[in-house]
């Protein structure tokens, strides 16, 4: 895609009008703090169950966990300048899957408190954890917003034109599901909310994929 042309004037034309659907991210930055920083909750639903027991913490996963960013912003980036149907439809399934979410955390508030108190050992990568845990809430955490973008992501990949030889799809799985177990292991999050997020994956799949105007690479292949 080339925006060498591209002016706000033309910003309804054909050429050019998935571009305003880049507006929803300032919208979810201001919907995703109301809910975090100044929404009043008189309780939260505490997310737990025995799994979660079972799922040893392990700092190591604080790599795909973080590799998340690059992982959804550079889909997008991609997506946006190389194909720009499989931008839009990655996209709607965002802005899907995320309104969503938004709704359920302002209607259902959950908390978890899986997150160790000690660490089992000392480095830098349980240091660098133990400050993020300093300004990242434990808070409106089922769905996981982690997992719904790592799908998003995923999905956005499967999607484009390039990008369809076994080896790169097997790659783009396997990030995801490495950034998904590491919401866990990070203690992060419950196994619940992960598990939460796959009915809204497949619903927002069904209508920004399945039924989308344009035919997805995915679907052809």
């Not at 997310?47 to 550079?74: K, N, R, S, T």
């Not at 300093?134 to 390039?162: E, Q, W, Y």
């Not at 992960?194 to 052809?220: I, K």
Request: proline share 5%.
């Amino acid at each position: 895609m080339d925006y060498r042309n591209f002016r706000l004037s033309k910003i309804n034309t054909d050429e050019f009008r998935h571009v305003k659907l880049l507006l929803f991210w300032p919208l979810f930055g201001i919907m995703f703090s109301f809910v975090e920083r100044f929404y009043h909750v008189g309780s939260y639903y505490v997310m737990h169950c025995a799994f979660d027991d079972a799922i040893p913490f392990c700092e190591w996963f604080l790599i795909p966990y973080l590799f998340w960013f690059v992982y959804l912003i550079g889909t997008l980036v991609y997506t946006f300048f190389f194909d720009v149907p499989a931008f839009k439809r990655m996209m709607r399934f965002i802005i899907c899957t995320y309104t969503i979410t938004m709704v359920i955390y302002l209607l259902f508030p959950t908390c978890q408190n899986l997150r160790p108190e000690v660490f089992p050992r000392d480095n830098a990568l349980t240091r660098f954890i133990g400050w993020f845990y300093t300004f990242d809430t434990n808070t409106n955490v089922c769905p996981s917003i982690h997992v719904l973008g790592s799908v998003a992501a995923m999905f956005g990949l499967l999607d484009c034109r390039k990008l369809q030889k076994p080896w790169v799809k097997f790659a783009v799985c396997v990030m995801a599901l490495l950034i998904c177990a590491s919401t866990v292991f990070m203690k992060q999050h419950s196994i619940l909310d992960v598990l939460a997020a796959v009915p809204l994956c497949l619903l927002g799949h069904y209508l920004c994929y399945q039924r989308a105007d344009e035919p997805s690479t995915a679907a052809v292949h």
